[in-house]
């Protein structure tokens, strides 16, 4: 059974910056693309970014530029470094395992239980 905890959340001023950890279990983590996902109250939960086995990375335009996805293979970990944050990018956001787009919407193979990020303005 895999499981993914997320670590890093928390409170920060608009502006400022935060680093989320994914922690994976599992033996295959560094043949495995990995991603990460929010959602925001009342909204559904929406693509942030994904990095591929072989290190190939993609962002929503609504973050390109200031969050940075990065995995240590070694520590079967993913990273999401996040700067320059927003009120709007408040959320909770998820660890994904395997993510991959199906009929228009997200899936993947595992999902972490989440971890919020709340940025005051």
């Known amino acids: 059974q895999v499981q993914l905890v997320e670590s890093g959340g928390g409170l920060v001023q608009a502006g400022g910056s935060l680093r989320l950890s994914c922690a994976a279990s599992?033996?295959?983590?560094?043949?495995?693309?990995m991603g990460w996902f929010r959602q925001a109250p009342g909204k559904e939960r929406e693509f942030v970014a994904t990095?591929?086995?072989?290190?190939?990375?993609s962002y929503a335009e609504s973050v390109k530029g200031r969050f940075t996805i990065s995995r240590d293979n070694a520590k079967n970990t993913v990273y999401l470094q996040m700067n320059s944050l927003k009120s709007e990018d408040t959320a909770v956001y998820y660890c994904?395992?395997?993510?991959?787009?199906?009929?228009?919407?997200?899936?993947?193979?595992?999902w972490g239980q989440g971890t919020q990020v709340t940025v005051s303005s």
């Open positions: 990095i591929t086995w072989r290190y190939g990375t």
């Open positions: 994904a395992r395997g993510p991959r787009e199906a009929r228009g919407q997200y899936v993947a193979d595992y």
């Open positions: 599992g033996r295959t983590f560094s043949t495995t693309d």
